[in-house]
Protein backbone atom coordinates (compact mmCIF):
# COMPACT_ATOMS: atom_id res chain seq x y z
CA UNK A 1 0.00 0.00 0.00
CA UNK A 2 1.25 3.45 -0.89
CA UNK A 3 2.39 5.22 2.11
CA UNK A 4 1.38 8.94 2.38
CA UNK A 5 3.68 11.15 1.69
CA UNK A 6 2.20 14.83 2.05
CA UNK A 7 -1.67 15.14 2.60
CA UNK A 8 -2.49 18.11 0.73
CA UNK A 9 -4.53 19.87 3.14
CA UNK A 10 -1.77 19.73 5.29
CA UNK A 11 0.68 20.88 3.16
CA UNK A 12 2.32 24.39 2.57
CA UNK A 13 1.52 26.83 0.05
CA UNK A 14 3.67 26.42 -2.61
CA UNK A 15 5.81 29.06 -4.60
CA UNK A 16 3.80 31.16 -7.18
CA UNK A 17 6.02 30.24 -9.65
CA UNK A 18 5.13 26.38 -8.97
CA UNK A 19 1.71 26.86 -8.48
CA UNK A 20 1.15 28.44 -11.84
CA UNK A 21 3.52 25.16 -13.32
CA UNK A 22 0.61 23.01 -11.56
CA UNK A 23 -2.10 24.60 -12.94
CA UNK A 24 -0.83 24.53 -16.46
CA UNK A 25 0.26 20.99 -15.72
CA UNK A 26 -3.60 20.41 -14.48
CA UNK A 27 -4.81 21.76 -17.56
CA UNK A 28 -2.60 19.99 -20.10
CA UNK A 29 -4.12 16.49 -18.00
CA UNK A 30 -7.70 17.51 -19.01
CA UNK A 31 -7.89 14.39 -21.51
CA UNK A 32 -6.36 11.57 -19.53
CA UNK A 33 -8.03 9.61 -17.76
CA UNK A 34 -9.12 10.59 -13.67
CA UNK A 35 -6.71 8.25 -11.98
CA UNK A 36 -3.99 9.56 -13.76
CA UNK A 37 -4.58 12.96 -13.78
CA UNK A 38 -5.04 12.70 -9.65
CA UNK A 39 -1.82 10.58 -9.01
CA UNK A 40 0.50 12.20 -11.42
CA UNK A 41 -1.18 16.33 -9.65
CA UNK A 42 -0.28 14.53 -6.26
CA UNK A 43 3.25 13.64 -7.44
CA UNK A 44 3.76 16.95 -8.71
CA UNK A 45 2.47 18.84 -5.99
CA UNK A 46 5.15 16.92 -3.75
CA UNK A 47 7.76 17.83 -5.65
CA UNK A 48 6.76 21.34 -5.58
CA UNK A 49 6.64 21.48 -1.97
CA UNK A 50 9.59 19.43 -1.94
CA UNK A 51 11.10 22.20 -4.25
CA UNK A 52 9.85 25.17 -1.25
CA UNK A 53 10.72 28.84 -3.18
CA UNK A 54 13.15 26.95 -5.66
CA UNK A 55 11.57 27.17 -9.69
CA UNK A 56 10.54 23.72 -10.76
CA UNK A 57 12.04 24.73 -14.02
CA UNK A 58 15.26 25.66 -13.32
CA UNK A 59 15.87 21.82 -10.83
CA UNK A 60 18.54 19.47 -11.92
CA UNK A 61 19.01 16.36 -11.78
CA UNK A 62 21.15 16.44 -8.31
CA UNK A 63 18.11 17.94 -6.90
CA UNK A 64 15.42 15.71 -8.14
CA UNK A 65 17.45 12.76 -7.15
CA UNK A 66 18.10 14.34 -3.37
CA UNK A 67 14.13 14.74 -3.45
CA UNK A 68 13.89 10.71 -4.10
CA UNK A 69 16.03 10.10 -1.87
CA UNK A 70 14.12 12.38 1.17
CA UNK A 71 10.47 10.33 0.09
CA UNK A 72 12.75 6.96 0.38
CA UNK A 73 13.58 7.65 3.98
CA UNK A 74 9.81 9.05 4.42
CA UNK A 75 9.25 5.39 3.45
CA UNK A 76 7.97 4.93 0.50
CA UNK A 77 8.56 1.89 -1.59
CA UNK A 78 10.76 1.39 -4.55
CA UNK A 79 7.12 0.99 -6.77
CA UNK A 80 5.49 4.09 -5.54
CA UNK A 81 8.77 6.27 -6.07
CA UNK A 82 8.93 4.45 -9.46
CA UNK A 83 5.33 5.92 -9.97
CA UNK A 84 6.06 9.11 -8.50
CA UNK A 85 9.42 9.43 -10.97
CA UNK A 86 6.99 8.59 -13.90
CA UNK A 87 4.44 11.30 -13.12
CA UNK A 88 7.60 13.83 -12.64
CA UNK A 89 8.97 12.62 -15.98
CA UNK A 90 4.97 13.61 -17.91
CA UNK A 91 5.44 17.00 -15.97
CA UNK A 92 9.10 18.09 -17.20
CA UNK A 93 8.42 16.80 -20.84
CA UNK A 94 4.64 19.09 -20.83
CA UNK A 95 7.42 21.77 -19.24
CA UNK A 96 10.29 21.33 -22.32
CA UNK A 97 7.24 22.01 -24.62
CA UNK A 98 6.58 25.53 -23.36
CA UNK A 99 9.86 26.78 -22.16
CA UNK A 100 12.74 26.44 -24.65
CA UNK A 101 15.29 26.71 -21.90
CA UNK A 102 14.47 23.94 -20.44
CA UNK A 103 16.64 21.60 -23.06
CA UNK A 104 16.70 18.29 -21.08
CA UNK A 105 14.24 16.23 -18.99
CA UNK A 106 16.34 16.23 -15.14
CA UNK A 107 14.19 13.21 -14.81
CA UNK A 108 16.21 11.31 -17.31
CA UNK A 109 18.29 8.84 -16.39
CA UNK A 110 17.14 8.95 -12.55
CA UNK A 111 15.92 5.96 -11.43
CA UNK A 112 13.60 4.32 -8.18
CA UNK A 113 14.74 2.36 -5.71
CA UNK A 114 14.07 -1.52 -6.79
CA UNK A 115 11.31 -2.70 -5.61
CA UNK A 116 11.10 -5.38 -4.08
CA UNK A 117 9.53 -8.25 -5.29
CA UNK A 118 5.56 -9.81 -3.68
CA UNK A 119 6.08 -13.33 -3.69
CA UNK A 120 2.48 -14.49 -5.18
CA UNK A 121 0.44 -16.29 -2.54
CA UNK A 122 -0.64 -19.96 -3.21
CA UNK A 123 -2.58 -22.60 -1.26
CA UNK A 124 -0.94 -25.73 -0.12
CA UNK A 125 -1.59 -28.92 -1.59
CA UNK A 126 -3.95 -30.26 1.63
CA UNK A 127 -5.83 -26.71 1.02
CA UNK A 128 -5.67 -27.13 -2.98
CA UNK A 129 -7.33 -30.87 -2.70
CA UNK A 130 -10.22 -29.53 0.19
CA UNK A 131 -11.06 -26.59 -2.19
CA UNK A 132 -11.65 -29.18 -5.11
CA UNK A 133 -13.70 -31.72 -3.59
CA UNK A 134 -17.50 -30.55 -3.78
CA UNK A 135 -19.42 -33.49 -3.30
CA UNK A 136 -22.69 -31.41 -4.24
CA UNK A 137 -24.71 -32.93 -7.12
CA UNK A 138 -26.58 -29.75 -7.84
CA UNK A 139 -25.15 -29.14 -12.14
CA UNK A 140 -23.93 -25.61 -10.90
CA UNK A 141 -22.04 -27.36 -8.41
CA UNK A 142 -20.40 -30.03 -11.01
CA UNK A 143 -19.63 -27.80 -13.30
CA UNK A 144 -18.23 -25.56 -10.08
CA UNK A 145 -16.06 -28.74 -9.41
CA UNK A 146 -14.84 -29.44 -13.42
CA UNK A 147 -13.62 -25.71 -13.20
CA UNK A 148 -11.71 -25.83 -9.96
CA UNK A 149 -9.98 -29.01 -11.13
CA UNK A 150 -8.94 -28.16 -14.62
CA UNK A 151 -8.28 -24.52 -12.96
CA UNK A 152 -5.26 -26.30 -10.47
CA UNK A 153 -4.62 -29.35 -12.47
CA UNK A 154 -3.44 -27.10 -15.42
CA UNK A 155 -2.22 -23.68 -14.66
CA UNK A 156 -4.93 -22.35 -16.66
CA UNK A 157 -5.71 -18.20 -16.71
CA UNK A 158 -8.96 -16.61 -15.70
CA UNK A 159 -9.33 -15.80 -19.29
CA UNK A 160 -8.36 -19.07 -20.83
CA UNK A 161 -10.72 -21.18 -18.54
CA UNK A 162 -14.03 -18.61 -19.33
CA UNK A 163 -13.07 -18.95 -23.42
CA UNK A 164 -12.21 -22.49 -23.22
CA UNK A 165 -14.31 -24.48 -26.06
CA UNK A 166 -15.45 -28.29 -25.62
CA UNK A 167 -13.29 -29.14 -28.72
CA UNK A 168 -10.18 -28.00 -26.94
CA UNK A 169 -10.37 -30.28 -24.44
CA UNK A 170 -9.31 -33.61 -24.75
CA UNK A 171 -10.34 -36.37 -22.40
CA UNK A 172 -8.47 -39.27 -23.92
CA UNK A 173 -5.08 -37.87 -24.43
CA UNK A 174 -5.34 -35.69 -21.18
CA UNK A 175 -4.80 -32.71 -22.67
CA UNK A 176 -5.89 -28.93 -23.04
CA UNK A 177 -4.86 -26.49 -26.03
CA UNK A 178 -5.38 -22.64 -24.47
CA UNK A 179 -5.22 -19.86 -26.44
CA UNK A 180 -2.64 -17.52 -24.37
CA UNK A 181 -1.17 -13.73 -24.15
CA UNK A 182 -0.50 -13.07 -27.52
CA UNK A 183 -3.00 -15.23 -29.37
CA UNK A 184 -0.27 -18.17 -28.64
CA UNK A 185 -0.96 -21.23 -28.64
CA UNK A 186 -0.09 -23.95 -25.84
CA UNK A 187 -0.71 -27.52 -24.97
CA UNK A 188 -1.12 -28.36 -20.97
CA UNK A 189 -1.22 -31.73 -19.62
CA UNK A 190 -4.99 -32.61 -17.67
CA UNK A 191 -4.50 -35.07 -14.56
CA UNK A 192 -7.11 -37.52 -14.15
CA UNK A 193 -9.03 -35.69 -11.09
CA UNK A 194 -9.70 -33.11 -13.63
CA UNK A 195 -10.44 -35.49 -16.77
CA UNK A 196 -12.99 -37.01 -14.26
CA UNK A 197 -14.63 -33.73 -13.12
CA UNK A 198 -14.70 -32.37 -16.62
CA UNK A 199 -16.24 -35.81 -17.73
CA UNK A 200 -19.39 -35.54 -14.74
CA UNK A 201 -19.62 -31.96 -16.13
CA UNK A 202 -20.47 -32.60 -19.88
CA UNK A 203 -23.41 -35.44 -18.93
CA UNK A 204 -24.88 -32.60 -17.07
CA UNK A 205 -24.46 -30.02 -18.88
CA UNK A 206 -27.40 -30.24 -20.91
CA UNK A 207 -29.46 -29.50 -17.98
CA UNK A 208 -28.45 -25.60 -18.71
CA UNK A 209 -31.11 -24.22 -20.63
CA UNK A 210 -30.07 -22.79 -24.23
CA UNK A 211 -26.74 -24.12 -24.20
CA UNK A 212 -23.67 -22.88 -26.02
CA UNK A 213 -22.97 -25.62 -27.69
CA UNK A 214 -18.89 -24.32 -28.28
CA UNK A 215 -18.11 -23.26 -25.09
CA UNK A 216 -17.15 -25.50 -22.21
CA UNK A 217 -18.10 -23.84 -19.16
CA UNK A 218 -22.11 -22.08 -19.14
CA UNK A 219 -23.91 -20.47 -16.87
CA UNK A 220 -27.77 -21.05 -15.79
CA UNK A 221 -28.30 -18.95 -19.52
CA UNK A 222 -26.55 -21.41 -21.55
CA UNK A 223 -24.13 -18.26 -22.46
CA UNK A 224 -20.40 -18.83 -21.51
CA UNK A 225 -19.65 -18.29 -18.33
CA UNK A 226 -18.14 -14.73 -17.51
CA UNK A 227 -14.69 -14.50 -15.72
CA UNK A 228 -16.43 -12.41 -12.73
CA UNK A 229 -19.14 -15.28 -11.98
CA UNK A 230 -15.94 -17.86 -11.98
CA UNK A 231 -14.62 -15.43 -10.02
CA UNK A 232 -17.11 -14.93 -7.21
CA UNK A 233 -17.97 -18.83 -7.34
CA UNK A 234 -14.66 -19.73 -6.45
CA UNK A 235 -14.20 -17.75 -3.63
CA UNK A 236 -17.66 -18.95 -2.61
CA UNK A 237 -16.52 -22.10 -2.19
CA UNK A 238 -13.60 -21.48 -0.64
CA UNK A 239 -15.66 -20.14 2.37
CA UNK A 240 -17.70 -23.62 1.94
CA UNK A 241 -15.05 -25.68 1.82
CA UNK A 242 -13.87 -24.07 4.70
CA UNK A 243 -10.47 -21.74 3.90
CA UNK A 244 -9.93 -19.03 6.03
CA UNK A 245 -8.93 -16.56 3.51
CA UNK A 246 -10.15 -15.28 0.38
CA UNK A 247 -9.16 -17.66 -2.92
CA UNK A 248 -8.92 -15.82 -6.34
CA UNK A 249 -8.04 -17.85 -9.69
CA UNK A 250 -4.83 -16.75 -10.03
CA UNK A 251 -3.95 -18.10 -6.82
CA UNK A 252 -5.04 -21.70 -8.37
CA UNK A 253 -2.15 -21.07 -10.94
CA UNK A 254 0.43 -19.88 -8.42
CA UNK A 255 -0.32 -23.43 -6.48
CA UNK A 256 -0.15 -25.16 -9.73
CA UNK A 257 3.48 -23.70 -10.70
CA UNK A 258 4.18 -24.19 -7.25
CA UNK A 259 2.87 -27.52 -6.34
CA UNK A 260 4.63 -29.01 -9.60
CA UNK A 261 8.09 -27.00 -9.25
CA UNK A 262 8.24 -28.75 -5.93
CA UNK A 263 7.59 -32.04 -7.00
CA UNK A 264 9.34 -32.10 -10.03
CA UNK A 265 12.23 -29.31 -9.82
CA UNK A 266 12.18 -28.96 -13.80
CA UNK A 267 11.49 -24.79 -14.11
CA UNK A 268 11.65 -24.92 -17.85
CA UNK A 269 8.50 -27.25 -18.01
CA UNK A 270 6.76 -25.26 -15.82
CA UNK A 271 7.51 -22.26 -17.57
CA UNK A 272 5.98 -24.20 -20.98
CA UNK A 273 2.74 -24.83 -19.06
CA UNK A 274 2.04 -21.89 -17.82
CA UNK A 275 2.91 -20.32 -21.25
CA UNK A 276 5.82 -17.96 -19.96
CA UNK A 277 7.37 -16.17 -22.47
CA UNK A 278 10.67 -15.66 -20.16
CA UNK A 279 12.19 -18.35 -17.84
CA UNK A 280 12.70 -15.05 -15.40
CA UNK A 281 8.59 -14.66 -14.92
CA UNK A 282 8.36 -18.07 -13.71
CA UNK A 283 11.72 -17.64 -11.70
CA UNK A 284 9.54 -16.33 -8.77
CA UNK A 285 7.84 -19.93 -7.84
CA UNK A 286 11.91 -21.02 -7.63
CA UNK A 287 11.87 -18.45 -4.08
CA UNK A 288 8.40 -19.76 -2.75
CA UNK A 289 10.32 -23.22 -3.44
CA UNK A 290 12.92 -22.22 -1.18
CA UNK A 291 10.74 -20.76 0.87
CA UNK A 292 8.56 -24.25 1.29
CA UNK A 293 12.27 -25.79 1.59
CA UNK A 294 13.24 -22.91 4.80
CA UNK A 295 10.19 -23.87 6.41
CA UNK A 296 10.33 -27.73 6.58
CA UNK A 297 14.29 -27.45 7.35
CA UNK A 298 12.85 -24.91 10.19
CA UNK A 299 10.45 -27.41 11.24
CA UNK A 300 12.54 -30.39 11.37
CA UNK A 301 16.17 -29.95 11.35
CA UNK A 302 17.01 -30.45 15.22
CA UNK A 303 20.09 -28.11 14.92
CA UNK A 304 17.31 -25.38 13.17
CA UNK A 305 15.02 -25.13 16.18
CA UNK A 306 15.61 -21.99 18.54
CA UNK A 307 16.42 -23.10 22.02
CA UNK A 308 13.85 -22.14 24.68
CA UNK A 309 15.18 -19.33 26.86
CA UNK A 310 17.05 -17.55 24.24
Request: glycine share 6%.
Amino acid sequence: MRKATLPERDAPALAPVNAAHLATFATALAGRPQHTRTAYLHDTRILATLAGESNLARLGAPELRRFLATLHGRGLSGRSLARTLSSWRAFYRQLQERDAALAENPCAGLKAPKASRKLPSVLSPDEAVRLVQITDDDPAAVRDRALLELAYSSGLRLSELAGLDVDRVDLESGEVRVWGKGAKERVVPVGSAARDAVRAWLAVRAAFANVDPRALFVGRSGKRIAARTIQRRLAQWAQVQGLARHVHPHMLRHSFASHVLQSSGDLRAVQEMLGHASIASTQIYTHLDFQHLAKAYDAAHPRAKKKRGK
